[in-house]
């Protein structure tokens, strides 16, 4: 059974720093593409980042391009999202999601499992 | 960027009724659009993907079709289980963007 399990989150200053990670479990993790995707309070779904598989590529959204970084430890099976200079509008909570391929530059991309999330509270 | 755009962006309907979304891209997608459905407090789900592929487990009344910049999802016969939030997504190009979701509330 696959399993996604964040941590990390919490209540933080801006300009503040953060790291997040997402535990995964149930698949061979090094195969796959992983992402984080993230909602702000009542508001709907915004892509973050995402890493292939053997950790060579990596992509983000404008938002938070500069500011974050995407990096993972395929001998943990382990995820994680530094999160520096953040500012309110990071405010949300962070998905990691597994991607049903190795890397993202192809189209025939989904994102099959997704962890439980895990808030993130920028506010002084 | 590509920019994801759904309508309605909220609707009413009776167990039972057929629901359909649409979603539209600024640009052509070829198929690569996926769909996901989100409840209250709970991560989102997949649904559809490659425009028109139903997910393992998922129940065949969901449905998804289009291709370039129009897709549809439907519901068939709307069950108690499908109050939710609807998000179609496009994979075609990074940055991987959402539409901005479809809320299906109990009339």
């Known amino acids: 059974e696959v399993q996604l399990v964040e941590s990390g989150g919490g209540l933080v200053q801006p300009g503040g720093s953060l790291r997040l990670s997402c535990a995964a479990s149930g698949f061979t993790f090094s195969t796959y593409a992983m992402t984080w995707v993230r909602q702000a309070p009542g508001k709907g779904l915004e892509w973050v980042s995402a890493i292939s598989g053997n950790g060579g590529r990596t992509d983000y959204a404008d938002s938070v391009k500069g500011r974050f970084t995407i990096s993972r430890d395929n001998s943990k099976n382990t995820l994680y999202l530094q999160m520096n200079s953040l500012r309110a509008e990071d405010t949300a909570i962070y998905y990691c999601a597994k991607v049903s391929r190795t890397t993202v530059t192809t189209g025939y991309i989904y994102f099959d499992y997704w962890g439980q999330g895990i808030l993130v509270t920028v506010s002084s | 960027d590509i920019q994801m755009t759904q309508s309605p962006s909220s609707l009413s309907a009776s167990v039972g009724d057929r629901v359909t979304i649409t979603c539209r891209a600024s640009?052509?997608?070829?198929?690569?659009l996926n769909w996901y459905q989100q409840k209250p407090g709970k991560a989102p789900k997949l649904l559809i993907y490659?425009?028109?592929s139903l997910q393992s487990g998922v129940p065949s009344r969901f449905s998804g079709s289009g291709s370039g910049t129009d897709f549809t999802l439907t519901i068939s016969s709307l069950q108690p289980e499908d109050f939710a939030t609807y998000y179609c997504?496009?994979?075609?190009?990074?940055?991987?963007?959402f539409g901005g979701g479809t809320k299906v509330e109990i009339k």
């Open positions: 640009q052509s997608i070829s198929r690569f």
């Open positions: 490659v425009a028109s």
């Open positions: 997504q496009q994979s075609y190009s990074t940055p991987l963007t």
